[in-house]
């Protein structure tokens, strides 16, 4: 079984600071998605990634994999009420045919 | 653009009783997935199937069955509710492989008395 470690498990900042999640595995990766999950919802995709040491940006988020694809991290700037959730990685084993493992989730709060 | 939906959205049952959770996808998807979350241990996957007609156990299968007897539909069903299947069940598809995006209905909420 491939485990996800997610650190940290709770953030709780003001508005305007900036944030790192991390996403931490033994174990190598082919691709590795990350989702965030609002309360009362099912996770809704945010990213994927497959290269290693490949940077995504969507917006105010920064997302990295490791050289290694054993890691990632999402980088939020200038956090904003509305980035409040529940963020998740979740990695697929090499050569694609094993299932998604899910990290245990960052919970971020961003009040006003 | 329903997506992915499942019913019913809540539900509180009695230990020993029976229950199917349905869950229906439009996006004509091949793989469908069902998971429970409970709090501080994330989404673990309880069945899966990679199309119709199959179904494969996932990390937290004992306790339940699954069928997906229509391509659309992935049903999961608890035979005997115990105390310990209390949790918040997420039906989730994707297009035909495990390592495309999945996308997740809106949970079910059940309670085991």
């Known amino acids: ?112 | 653009n329903a997506g992915v939906t499942q019913t019913p959205k809540f539900r509180v049952l009695k230990t020993g009783q029976s229950m199917t959770l349905l869950c229906a996808q439009d996006m004509n998807h091949e793989y469908m997935y069902w998971y429970r979350q409970d709090p501080g241990m994330g989404l673990r996957l309880i069945h899966y199937s990679v199309g119709e007609g199959t179904t494969a156990k996932g990390e937290v299968p004992d306790g339940y069955n699954v069928s997906r007897l229509k391509k659309q539909n992935f049903l999961l069903g608890l035979e005997s509710a115990a105390p310990s299947q209390t949790s918040v069940y997420f039906c989730a598809s994707s297009l035909d492989r495990f390592n495309q995006p999945q996308h997740f209905g809106d949970g079910t909420r059940l309670s085991i008395l």
């Open chain 1, 1 to 112: 079984t491939q485990l996800l470690e997610q650190s940290p498990q709770f953030l709780s900042i003001q508005e305007g600071e900036n944030l790192t999640v991390y996403c931490n595995s033994s174990s190598v990766f082919s691709s590795l998605q990350w989702y965030r999950q609002e309360p009362g919802e099912g996770p809704v995709l945010l990213v994927t990634v497959v290269t290693g040491g490949e940077v995504k940006k969507l917006k105010r988020l920064t997302f990295q994999f490791g050289d290694a694809r054993k890691d990632s991290s999402l980088h939020i700037t200038a956090a904003q009420p509305g980035d409040t959730g529940l963020y998740l990685c979740a990695g697929v084993g090499l050569g694609g045919y094993s299932t998604l493992t899910f990290g245990k989730g960052t919970m971020l709060l961003v009040s006003p």
